[in-house]
């Protein structure tokens, strides 16, 4: 009697064990779980790190973007700034005020700038008035 | 992920009419100064297929030139290609625009054949780390 029952039982579990193998609905379940979290991390690791490179060179774009450009003083330069320069550099030239310090001050600055303008004509124009002011020259 | 190729669709329209708007502003100042008598040769503005090893983390994949060529008027000597060349690179504002805009080499030819001179855009403003 008992030695039925336990060959019955045995196998039922046979047979129960059997058919979840056949199906193999536990062991692909834990598993896609698992591979579908690994790649959800894996996405947001990379995302973030994208993000932040994203974000640098954007802000460094949209600066760029955002400012004007006189293309009106650039082709004027082009042509006649090398003339302008060339005049201002002798005219503003601080060694041409060696008595007066005052002068001789204010000669420097204007002649940094316009060694830093030289490609500019507008600010050398603004220059040149500057100049004709401050230091009595006449153009 | 949707979203991002969205926005880089957008950003690359975006781009292009910028592109186009610069060269059209340069070429109509430059029309304006020739006519008015400011300058006296008529530069021109266009894309050029540019040197690809002087590409940066912006540069166009293809056509990252800005060439800017001398049409009628005076034929221009090397110092005055040279000195066209150095007006734009010290215009930082100008120098950055054409970086992000993708270009990466800044070309000033004359009008016969190739001659002329070329830049390294990257050379002259500090771009932010790859």
């Not at chain 1, 336990?6 to 193999?24: F, P, Y």
Request: glycine share 4%; with cysteine.
């Amino acid at each position: 009697m008992n030695d039925t029952l336990i060959n019955d039982s045995i196998k039922i579990i046979n047979t129960i064990i059997a058919r979840k193998v056949e199906k193999g609905e536990s062991i692909n379940w834990w598993m896609w779980i698992a591979v579908v979290q690994f790649l959800i991390i894996i996405y947001l690791i990379i995302k973030d790190r994208l993000n932040s490179k994203n974000t640098e060179k954007l802000r460094f774009k949209n600066e760029s973007l955002a400012k004007d450009i006189d293309f009106d003083n650039i082709i004027n330069s082009s042509f006649n700034s090398t003339k302008l320069y060339d005049e201002l550099k002798v005219k503003c030239h601080p060694d041409r005020f060696p008595i007066d310090d005052e002068k001789n001050i204010i000669a420097d600055k204007i002649f940094q700038e316009i060694t830093k303008n030289k490609t500019n004509i507008k600010r050398l124009i603004e220059l040149k008035e500057e100049a004709q002011k401050k230091l009595d020259l006449n153009f | 992920m949707l979203n991002n190729t969205w926005n880089n669709i957008i950003e690359w329209f975006r781009d292009r009419s910028e592109r186009a708007k610069l060269i059209r502003s340069f070429n109509e100042s430059a029309k304006t100064s020739f006519v008015s008598g400011i300058a006296p040769t008529l530069l021109k503005a266009s894309i050029s297929k540019g040197e690809s090893t002087y590409k940066h983390q912006f540069s166009n994949w293809l056509y990252s030139g800005f060439r800017i060529q001398a049409f009628t008027g005076r034929i221009l000597k090397k110092e005055e290609l040279i000195h066209i060349g150095n007006v734009i690179l010290q215009n930082d504002t100008l120098v950055r625009k054409l970086i992000v805009l993708g270009w990466d080499t800044l070309e000033v030819h004359g009008d016969a054949g190739t001659y002329g001179c070329r830049w390294q855009l990257k050379d002259y403003i500090p771009l932010p780390k790859n």
